[in-house]
């Protein structure tokens, strides 16, 4: 039998495996101590929400790795005025994460099971900055645009040119990209006056971003 272990153990690996794969912004970490995982997962994963994995979610789609939903977090350098926008509810995981770390956060899922849900758990959490929407976030949110930030919990094939309209002049977008069952890469892209500046952080594995609404399951 495994052995037990404390509340604030768990906790303390948690981080620890956070730290060791890069997360190193003290917000962050304080904004992943915060909220806890576990109940963003439901069913027979629910005991492995500490680890350093994704896991399944309804509707056939998983939460993100902790370590990657991290260091996309740090990527995007939030400060507590910034308007953000993720493509990519699931379970509402990343979002919750925003929250702590930016001033109102809008997410949007094609799945409306995924959303309603991601909301019941955002409003027992009572983060009350988030907006959770079913949509094609390939079209961004054009009543809410132009945001300080942009996520993409999504593999597109190209970084979205919706999306970066939507993105304010010295706005970060981070988004993976490449095709879906190949490798992806991790693109944090910046807009200036003149265009975008390009960084990789680095390979990822994501479900793909999809036309249309979902059909819940
Ligand atoms: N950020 C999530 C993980 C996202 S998994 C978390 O923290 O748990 C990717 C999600 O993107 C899935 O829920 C999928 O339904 C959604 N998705 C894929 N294409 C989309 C699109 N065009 N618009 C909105 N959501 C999309």
């Not at 997962?41 to 998983?62: N, V």
């Not at 899922?109 to 009350?128: C, G, I, N, P, Y």
């Amino acid at each position: 039998m495994m052995a037990e272990i404390s509340e604030a153990e768990r906790k303390m690996q948690f981080l620890y495996a956070l730290r060791s794969k890069g997360v190193t912004d003290k917000n962050v970490l304080q904004a992943m101590e915060t909220i806890d995982r576990g109940p963003f997962i439901k069913g027979i994963f629910a005991e492995r929400a500490y680890e350093d994995m994704p896991l399944p979610i309804a509707c056939g789609q998983t939460i993100s790795q902790p370590s990657v939903v991290g260091l996309m977090t740090q990527a995007l350098k939030l400060s507590h005025r910034d308007k953000v926008l993720e493509v990519g509810t699931g379970s509402g995981y990343q979002a919750a994460i925003l929250s702590r770390l930016a001033r109102r956060v809008y997410t949007v899922d094609r799945h409306s099971r995924l959303v309603r849900e991601a909301r019941a758990l955002f409003d027992t959490m009572k983060l009350t900055n988030i907006t959770a929407i079913t949509g094609d976030g390939s079209f961004g949110l054009p009543d809410q645009a132009p945001f300080d930030r942009i996520i993409v919990t999504a593999a597109a094939e190209d970084p979205p040119g919706t999306l970066i309209d939507q993105l304010k002049v010295g706005g970060i977008m981070v988004v993976p990209v490449g095709q879906s069952n190949a490798v992806q890469h991790l693109i944090v892209a910046r807009k200036t006056e003149d265009g975008l500046e390009y960084d990789e952080l680095r390979q990822v594995r994501f479900v793909p971003l999809l036309e249309g609404l979902g059909k819940d399951t």
